[in-house]
């Protein structure tokens, strides 16, 4: 069974400060898909990034970027100087692509960003 | 906006009754997925159904059902609800298996 964790439930910063959301992930599979996904206080899912186990390439996304590091079955997110706008619950996600493409979220970890 | 649509988008309903909360995919995608966010047991998929037939099954009680229409809109239906209901349901839909999924605005139910 597939297991995602986010070991941080809540965090805290003042605008402008970086921040890393952290994602734990536990699989036997060695095809898998990795998603983040930000729920804004209006309460819908956004996509926000999609990665594939054979690809460990870091991404960098204007103020967005992600660490995926397979050695440790780690998929952080970090954005940069951070905003208000950026205050939400963040999901990481797990899936296994075909007939096992159902997400396996983790428990979110909200952000809040204050003036 | 993801151009998954969902209604209706709030429900208050009261224990014992039934209801059908609808969602239609993103033009040209065939999966449809149906979430449920609660409190306690966070983001849990319930329901797969791709091009019309059942892909995969979570943890989706038997008092809930599903189907996908030829058209490709899907239906889930919860009946006999229980206080423990009362959550948000989101749907989602990606253009085959291994796609992104994107969801919906969800819909909220209040059991009473």
């Known amino acids: 069974a597939q297991k995602v964790t986010q070991a941080q439930t809540e965090i805290s910063v003042v605008e402008k400060e970086d921040v890393t959301l952290d994602c734990v992930y536990e699989t036997r599979d060695t095809t898998y898909y990795l998603f983040w996904y930000k729920q804004p206080p209006s309460g819908e899912l956004v996509f926000l990034i999609r990665r594939n186990s054979f690809d460990e390439q870091n991404e960098i996304s204007g103020r967005y970027s992600w660490n995926f590091q397979k050695s440790t079955s780690s998929f952080n997110f970090t954005i940069t100087a951070s905003q208000v706008v950026d205050s939400a619950v963040y999901f990481c996600?797990?899936?296994?692509?075909?007939?096992?493409?159902?997400?396996?979220f983790g428990g979110g970890t909200r952000l809040m960003v204050k003036p | 906006d993801s151009g998954v649509t969902q209604t209706p988008k709030h429900l208050i309903t009261a224990t014992g009754q039934r209801v059908t909360l609808r969602c239609s995919p993103r033009?040209?995608?065939?999966?449809v997925y149906w979430y449920q966010q609660s409190l306690d047991q966070g983001l849990q998929f319930l329901i797969q159904y791709y091009n019309g037939e059942e892909r995969a099954k979570g943890n989706i009680l038997e008092r809930f059902s599903a189907q996908q229409f030829p058209d490709l809109h899907s239906e889930l239906n919860l009946s006999s609800l229980e206080l423990g209901d009362s959550a948000l349901y989101f749907c989602a839909s990606s253009a085959g298996g291994e796609e992104t999924q994107y969801f919906g605005p969800g819909t909220r139910l209040l059991v009473l």
């Open positions: 033009s040209g995608d065939l999966s």
């Open positions: 996600a797990l899936s296994l692509g075909g007939a096992g493409n159902m997400l396996t």
